[in-house]
């Protein structure tokens, strides 16, 4: 067989070799962080932005885009630490309701033909409304099987790994390998010919958004998990960060490109940033602009490879 | 007759029947005690997102895809680099402006810059060049919260015949656009690449060209009123932008401004930002939290959207 | 193959189509058998691909019936017609770019679902790439948009003979070979006779002459929206489908008079694969050809290399009049008149802000010239019809000062009356000094310039000159002959 690299594993190569390299620098600087609790200090966070990533990328592999992420995100948190820890029943309807709205608001963006961003932006009023009506000040408390399960010690690897390691893989096995994962993302390639072949694009982008509130769901129960108490802003951030780590991990914005094992190294990546300059003895001002400067450089490198690829084959 | 028929067709002139509305609800219930007041912090209020929103309004305008989402990182740093430059001196003042302009222009350059050199859609650019501009708002400010100098203090919580000085400020600004978007050569170009770039290629604008000063223009609105907002609030805060990313983005949807690009309007802006001001104040008056303004905020969104959708040009 | 041996495997009867005042297709009648290959052949509007779209159920016919095995489908669609094992291989790429090739092969056959779909998915596609390309070397866990062209066309033409569930019968096949090279063309035209011999049917289209002559069973002539000939492919040669192709000299009347413009200079240059290009002023040059060889991607180089992005030019170099008015023509939500004004702002224009007295004034003058049809020029563009909204683009092209008008077949759908007064003026300004590029896809325009370029396979084969420029030649650059 003759070897053949595809662009998808170029777009991923990038983003592990970011990756790798931030986490090195790290090591050289702090040889202590190679321990168990070094790991899990450095990573501590990723796993609810990999989560909000996950979510994210689903909506972007339809072509859209969640503006509404963190303030849902948020939501969820204070729903986790409210209801879901004093009345466990009624927390769970509250969270599979909320994932059927998010089932909803794909088909009424389908149906109308509206755009995503101002449809999400709404929501995000919307979801910020209820979490500060859950929540006016912060408090709250995590459920205890969500905190013994954020807090676990597994052997080998800390929990932050682990569990990335796992969204990764469950992830991937929904959005790459499963019927539905190619149907999304047919639909954000070329949409007309998924529809001439029979398909409901409707249905699948009810699908589409549906999964990536189940996750996004997800997401803000961990976050409780790590964060013990919860508020109406905890997640704002994430909006933000959850497009940054799609795209950082190779995803694009039009055309169904995504990759779940990319995004959650994106998010990964995003997480590190920050530790990173601490050990750098850089005062942690400049966290958020690392992250900005990781997605420009590896967008720039990302444009390099393709300039360089093309170059190569083109004709 | 005729004329109700034609305003009524001006996609601004449902923000504003909203804005009377919600004015006349809350004054009800005051007993009209304090029209005067509620009409002038309204004013003031709305004028920073007038400002912010007129710059992203343009960007908008541009065509789907155009968003600016470094304008509250913008005002954040145009507001703390130049309150540490005036260093509460009066002297400074002029300095400090141009600074603030300098810095939206900066900001500008780069986020098109980026667009155009990694050929990444404009949000994208925004994000990142935002996540920089946050951070170098951080590293400036330190903490420290300097007083502006004491004219501006005075000048931004004033105001000339019973009008607010910072909503005399945005409606200058108002009219400037009005101006560029009506009467200029650059009003139309933009307008015809929001509704197709490449007709607007083809009929021989430099599209590239356009763009690039929209961005700028943009950010150095964004600057001009985290200059103000940080003059008017006594001092620089490092979130004080915050508010302003999906707040300029929602007074423009509410405003009538097409969201598929081409077509926008200022008035609409007006209507939209007191309007949004407004509602607070209503829902406060009746004794309803923030949550229930948010949820509503949001809501009203997306009924305007749902409403705007459904009369689609392109659908005929 | 089941036992319906002499019934069509689809039938349309007497059917017609229009779109606005076009005639697409005006009655017309075609069987496919069972175990055939039907060559079709025609030049730009002829009603080719509007028929293709009727057989597999894109399009209804306004007027006309369509059977399969013998009886009557009323309600016949894109669905309908996939359960009948209709496929069609568009000249457009249908697949998913951002999938792979299994990946396709699983959004094109709903039916494949379930656990291990992937297996069954690899079998389905690799048995049908093995079958018609031996030898293809395609992984088929790549990604589709990172093949090549002819990659993607090959996979797109295996999927088409693929059996997943629904055994396809009838293959439509339009210009299959277009980026696959001669060996490759090869052992398609082999396997589509394997598939004839073996009961199924294929509508092939193509411009390769001898490809069709020694593929096809039966061979049809269409031109106008009428089939004009049908006979067995034995019977054809190249030479006489060319002339099939053609019509009774018509349109002589419009000719224009020879002009001798060899002394003008040169206002347009470009040199790429094929024969150069070089336009000079005053003159009219036709690009010609069959639909999609290259013309449109000339044009727009020619306006890429004349205009600018960054700064406005004071003189514009180059105008444009685009043919597809919704993709890069009109500006819908604007009114006539600024629709008309543009391209020619700067001349109305004192220090950036627009004289709107002026603007007017020259919309006016220009609805008056061109005749636009309409009591308000202030109404929205939307407002007119097709043809005055073609006027508009016309206008705002010719109302710059730009020396050079690049025409992008803006006459399609455009009714004869309008297409009369347009002619008129662009024969008035070239006489003026205004050198116009017109692509156009109907053979009445192309004979109407002064010199004709035709394209094939996105270079340019052949230059005509004066009394060259004729419909035959045209056709014979148009369709490959195997000598050329």
Redesign the interface.
């Known amino acids: 067989m003759r070897l053949t690299v595809s662009a998808d594993a170029v777009r991923l190569t990038i983003p592990a070799l970011a990756l790798t390299l931030l986490l090195a620098a790290v090591f050289w600087l702090q040889p202590r962080a190679m321990s168990y609790i070094g790991l899990n200090l450095l990573f501590n966070l990723a796993v609810p932005i990999a989560l909000a990533t996950i979510a994210q990328m689903l909506i972007m592999a339809v072509n859209d885009l969640d503006l509404s992420m963190g303030s849902f995100v948020s939501f969820v948190a204070c729903v986790a630490a409210t209801f879901l820890r004093d009345a466990p029943l009624v927390g769970t309807l509250i969270l599979a309701g909320v994932v059927i709205v998010y089932s909803v608001l794909g088909i009424v963006i389908h149906l109308r033909n509206l755009p995503s961003i101002v449809v999400s932006l709404g929501m995000s009023f919307v979801w910020a409304g209820l979490a500060v009506l859950l929540l006016p000040a912060p408090g709250g408390q995590a459920p205890d099987w969500v905190r013994a399960l954020m807090t676990m010690k597994p052997p080998i690897a800390p929990m932050a790994i682990v569990a990335s390691i796992a969204i990764a893989i469950l992830a991937h096995l929904i959005v790459m390998r499963s019927s539905l994962g190619v149907v999304i993302r047919g639909v954000g390639g070329n949409e007309r010919s998924v529809e001439r072949a029979g398909w409901s694009v409707l249905a699948t982008r009810a699908g589409a958004y549906g999964l990536a509130g189940i996750f996004a769901v997800l997401a803000g129960i961990a976050l409780v998990g790590l964060t013990t108490s919860a508020d109406a802003n905890i997640a704002l951030r994430y909006t933000l960060l959850s497009i940054a780590g799609v795209i950082l991990g190779g995803g694009e914005f039009i055309g169904g490109r995504v990759s779940p094992v990319g995004a959650v190294i994106g998010a990964l990546t995003l997480t590190l940033a920050g530790s990173f300059l601490s050990f750098l003895r850089i005062s942690p001002d400049w966290q958020i602009g690392a992250q900005g400067a990781i997605l420009i450089v590896v967008l720039a490198l990302r444009l390099l490879l393709n300039r360089i690829e093309s170059g190569e084959t083109g004709r | 007759m005729k004329t109700l028929e034609r305003l009524s067709r001006r996609p601004w002139i449902w923000s504003w029947v909203a804005v009377f509305l919600v004015w006349f609800a809350t004054i009800i219930v005051t007993g009209g005690a304090s029209t005067l007041g509620l009409t002038q912090a309204a004013l003031t209020f709305a004028a920073f997102s007038i400002i912010v929103g007129i710059g992203q309004m343009f960007v908008i305008t541009l065509g ?2 155009n ?1 600016d ?1 470094s304008v509250p990182s913008t005002m954040t740093l145009a507001g703390t680099v130049s309150l540490k430059l005036m260093d509460v001196d009066n002297g400074m003042i002029l300095p400090g402006l141009v600074v603030a302009v300098l810095i939206g222009v900066a900001v500008g350059l780069l986020n098109y810059g ?1 667009i155009k ?5 404009p ?2 650019a925004t ?6 501009v ?3 708002a ?2 400036t400010n ?1 903490g420290l919260r300097i007083k502006p100098p004491g004219f501006l203090a005075e000048f931004t919580t004033s105001g000339t015949l019973g009008v607010p000085n910072v909503a005399i400020i945005a409606l200058l600004i108002s009219l400037g656009a009005w101006f560029l978007l009506e ?4 009003g ?1 170009w933009i ?2 690449i929001g ?2 770039m ?12 356009t763009r ?1 000063v929209t961005y700028v223009f943009c950010a150095v609105l964004a600057a001009l009123a985290g200059y103000l907002l940080a003059c008017f609030s006594g001092g620089a805060a490092l979130n004080m932008g ?1 508010e302003y990313l ?1 707040m300029s ?2 007074v423009v ?1 509410l405003g009538g401004t ?3 690009g ?2 926008s309007n200022v008035p609409g802006i007006w209507g939209a930002s007191l309007f949004m001001y407004l509602v607070v104040s209503m829902l406060n008056t009746y004794g309803l ?14 009924s305007v ?2 409403l705007a ?2 009369r ?3 659908a ?1 | 193959m089941t036992g319906n041996g002499s019934k069509a495997v689809i039938e349309v009867a007497d059917a017609k189509v229009s779109f606005g005042a076009v005639k697409a297709l005006d009655g017309v009648t075609l069987a496919i058998m069972p175990g055939e290959c039907l060559g079709l052949v025609g030049h730009n509007g002829a009603g080719k691909s509007t028929i293709v779209s009727v057989i597999n159920g894109g399009l209804t016919p306004h007027q006309g019936s369509i059977c399969g095995d013998g009886e009557i489908l009323a309600r016949y669609g894109i669905n309908a017609a996939r359960a009948r094992g209709v496929r069609c291989v568009f000249q457009e790429l249908s697949l998913c770019p951002n999938l792979t090739v299994i990946e396709n092969a699983r959004v094109l056959h709903r039916h494949l679902g379930g656990f291990g779909w992937r297996t069954r998915a690899k079998e389905v596609v690799e048995r049908s790439l093995d079958a018609v390309f031996p030898g293809h070397g395609i992984a088929s866990d790549r990604t589709v948009g990172d093949l090549s062209i002819a990659e993607r066309q090959m996979v797109e033409i295996a999927m088409a003979f693929s059996d997943a569930g629904t055994t396809p019968r009838l293959i439509i096949l339009d210009e299959p070979t277009s980026s696959l090279d001669a060996s490759l063309a090869d052992r398609l035209l082999a396997h589509i006779r394997r598939f004839v011999a073996a009961g199924g049917s294929v509508i092939f289209i193509s411009h390769i002459l001898h490809e069709i002559l020694t593929t096809a069973n039966r061979i049809v002539v269409m031109k106008d929206g009428r089939i004009v000939a049908e006979r067995p492919a034995a019977v054809w040669t190249e030479q006489s489908l060319v002339e099939a192709m053609g019509s009774v000299v018509k349109g002589e009347a419009h000719r224009r008079k020879a002009r001798d413009l060899a002394d003008a200079p040169v206002v347009v240059e470009q040199t790429g694969r094929g024969m150069p290009f070089r336009a000079r002023r005053g003159e009219i040059v036709g690009l010609a050809g069959l639909a999609g060889h290259g013309q449109t991607r000339m044009l727009m180089k020619l306006h890429a290399t004349a205009s600018a992005d960054w700064l406005p030019r004071r003189d514009p170099a180059i105008a444009f009049v685009a043919g597809d008015r919704r993709l890069n023509g009109i500006f819908e939500l604007w009114s006539i008149l600024k629709n008309l004004s543009i391209a020619s702002l700067g001349d109305l224009a004192v220090r950036g802000v627009v004289n709107s007295g002026a603007e007017t004034e020259r919309a006016g003058e220009w609805k008056r010239r061109i005749e636009i049809r309409t009591p308000d020029m202030a109404n929205r563009i939307l407002s007119l019809s097709g043809g005055n909204q073609q006027k508009v683009l016309f206008a705002r092209a010719l109302s710059t000062r730009a020396p050079v008008v690049l025409m992008d077949d803006p006459m399609r759908g455009v009714d004869v009356g309008t297409k009369q007064e347009v002619y008129e003026i662009v024969r008035q300004e070239a006489a003026q000094g205004r050198t116009f590029v017109w692509y156009s896809t109907e053979m009445e325009e192309v004979c109407l310039c002064d010199r004709v370029y035709v394209f094939r396979e996105g270079a340019i084969v052949a230059e005509l000159a004066g009394d060259a420029v004729t419909e035959e030649n045209i056709l014979a650059a148009s369709f490959r002959a195997e000598a050329a």
């Open positions: 789907p895809g968003v989402l980026l050199a990694l050929r990444i859609p949000i994208i994000l990142s060049m935002s996540f920089i946050q951070s170098a951080i590293w330190r009467r200029t050569i650059y139309r307008s015809a509704q197709s490449p007709a607007a290629r083809m009929a021989g604008i430099p599209v590239d060209g690039f915050s999906l983005i929602a949807v097409a969201v598929a081409g077509d939290g923030a949550g229930i303004r948010l949820i509503m905020t949001g809501l009203i969104i997306i959207i749902m959708g459904g689609q040009p392109g005929r």
